[in-house]
C-alpha cells in the first residue's frame, strides 16, 4: 500500500486513538496509515456498530475450535462438511490450511470431505513430517475405510516432496491417491506458462472427450 | 489487492468465522480475502492478544472525544495540543480533518495550535459552511485575538473555495492570513509537474535566501 511510516513516526494526539491504531497495524499487511484510516473509520459509526465488531472478533476467538476428525475450523466439535452425510465420506482433499478448504468449497465442485495437514514438509523452515497431521491421515485412512486420497496442495517443490512422503506411507492401504491435475489455467496464456507447467500439461494431457465432459 | 470476491462467494464451514471476516470486510479497502487472512491471524494469537485488540477498539470508540476548542480528536475535553502552554496559541492552523492534523504533527516543524473544519465546503456532495466547524472559527478568531490563520486545505477548487469563503468572513478581523507554500514537491521532477502547480511554483517564487534558511 505504499506506505512510508518507516520514515516517519506518527504523533498522535490522543492515546486512545495512538493504542487503537497500534493495534490495527499488528494485523499482517496492515501498517500505521491503513491502521488509522481503519480506525477513524470505526470512530465514525455508531456505538452498536463498533461493539458487535469488538464482541464478533473476541466471541469467535473463545468459542472457534477444530474440528476433531478433518482439522478445519469450526464451531462443534464436528465440522459441518464432516457431519454432512451427503457428501462422500470415503473421499479425502488433503489440504495445507483453512483457506484451502474455503477455496475449494467456493468452486461447489467438490462433494468429499477433507484433511488439513496445517502446513507442508519443509525442511529449511524446520517443518517435518511430525509437525503436521499426517499421522492422523494415516488413522482416518486406516479406520475410516478411505477409498480415495486427493491431494490438493500448492505445485512446488515442499508440496511434491509432501505428497511422496504420505504416498509412500499410504502403500500399506487399498487407496487411490490423485492430485489435482496441473496445466495451464483456465484463462491462461501459453506463451508466458513457465516451462515446467508446459511440459506437465504435455505429458498428463487429457484426451478432449474427457476434456469435454468434465470440463465446464 | 486484486481481489475477485465478487466472482464468488466464499462458504465457510464455520459461522463464527464468517461473521468475524463479515465484520473485517465492513471496513474501507478491506475486501473478503484480505479479512479471512486477517481474522486467521487472529485466530493464531492468544487470548489475551485477541481480548486487548477486541477492547481496545471497544474502549477507544466509547471514551475518545473530540476537543471543544479545536475540534480534533481527543482523550479529554481539552485535546493535549490546545492545552500544550509551550505552544502558540495566537496560530491557528485550519485543516480539513484529524488526518492532517496527524500529518502535520508527524513533520514536528509547527508550534502553533489547529482548527479542525471537519470538511470543505463542496456543493456538489451538498456540503456548505454551515455543515463545518466555520461559525466556531470565526468565534475563535474574536476571542482568543488570533494573530495569524494558516490555512493547510488540499489544493483543489473545493479547498480553493473554503479558503476565500473563510477569509472574506475575516475581513473584519487583525488576522494575517497564509495558506501552506504549493509547488514542486520535495523529490519531484519538474516535467512531469502539471501546469498549474509549476506556473503558481513561478508567480510564487520565493527569494534564494529565504529558501536556504527555512529549507532543510
Request: net charge neutral; charged share 20%; proline share 3%.
Amino acid at each position: 500500500m505504499g506506505e512510508a511510516s518507516y520514515l516517519w513516526s506518527m504523533v498522535f494526539s490522543s492515546t486512545l486513538l495512538e493504542n487503537a491504531v497500534n493495534e490495527f497495524s499488528k494485523l499482517p499487511g496492515i501498517g500505521k496509515k491503513t491502521a488509522l484510516r481503519l480506525v477513524l473509520h470505526l470512530v465514525k459509526q455508531n456505538s452498536s456498530d463498533v461493539l458487535q465488531f469488538s464482541d464478533t472478533i473476541s466471541r469467535m476467538h473463545n468459542e472457534i475450535k477444530f474440528c476433531t476428525r478433518c482439522h478445519n475450523i469450526s464451531d462443534k466439535e464436528l465440522c459441518n462438511i464432516c457431519s454432512n452425510l451427503q457428501r462422500k465420506q470415503d473421499m479425502l482433499c488433503v489440504v495445507e490450511n483453512i483457506r484451502d478448504v474455503i477455496a475449494i468449497e467456493s468452486t461447489q465442485q467438490y462433494n468429499g470431505i477433507y484433511h488439513v495437514l496445517g502446513g507442508i514438509i519443509s525442511p529449511l523452515d524446520g517443518i517435518g513430517p511430525e509437525q503436521l497431521k499426517i499421522d492422523a491421515l494415516l488413522q482416518r485412512v486406516e479406520k475410516e475405510e478411505v477409498k480415495e486420497i486427493i491431494f490438493a496442495l500448492n505445485p512446488n517443490i515442499q508440496g511434491d516432496t509432501t505428497i511422496y512422503y504420505i504416498s509412500r506411507k499410504m502403500k500399506a492401504f487399498p487407496v487411490r491417491i490423485t492430485t489435482i491435475a496441473r496445466g495451464i489455467a483456465f484463462g491462461g496464456e501459453l506463451e508466458y506458462a513457465d516451462e515446467m507447467t508446459l511440459a506437465k500439461s504435455i505429458s498428463n494431457r487429457i484426451p478432449v472427450e474427457n476434456y469435454i465432459v468434465s470440463g465446464q
